[in-house]
């Protein structure tokens, strides 16, 4: 995993799923392998966007372009499940983009993942 102004980025990812989990209620069980496949999605991609900027590759902007496609991957495969609404979909995705937007804050010092409401 990257290290960046000692933050390990790699561990959001049980927060991330905590969060997530609270969100989800009793659709957890539906959505729970689900949700662990976005969130390492979005850990990937937020290790590369972190390399990225180590090798001045990427700036805030660009970053914030490239992960809001993965917002929107996200919300269609939270949406492919039956039993998930919009606003449930909503609502785990922003669960957990607090937590890596919080951990992004402070390895990379910019603030990602948008939050939107439903």
Do not use: C, H
């Not at 991330?16 to 959505?31: G, H, L």
């Not at 999605?41 to 993965?70: C, M, N, T, V, W």
């Amino acid at each position: 995993m990257t290290t960046l102004n000692n933050t390990e980025i790699g561990d959001v990812l049980a927060d991330a799923m905590a969060s997530a989990k609270q969100a989800a209620k009793d659709s957890w069980p539906a959505v729970s392998e689900l949700a662990d496949n976005i969130a390492r999605s979005i850990l990937i991609d937020l290790e590369y966007i972190a390399r990225q900027k180590l090798l001045g590759q990427i700036d805030e902007y660009g970053a914030k372009l490239f992960l809001e496609d993965q917002r929107m991957v996200a919300r269609a495969r939270l949406r492919s499940l039956a039993i998930v609404t919009l606003q449930l979909a909503e609502d785990i995705i922003n669960a957990m983009l607090r937590v890596f937007n919080a951990a992004a804050q402070k390895a990379l010092g910019w603030v990602l993942f948008p939050l939107s409401p439903v």
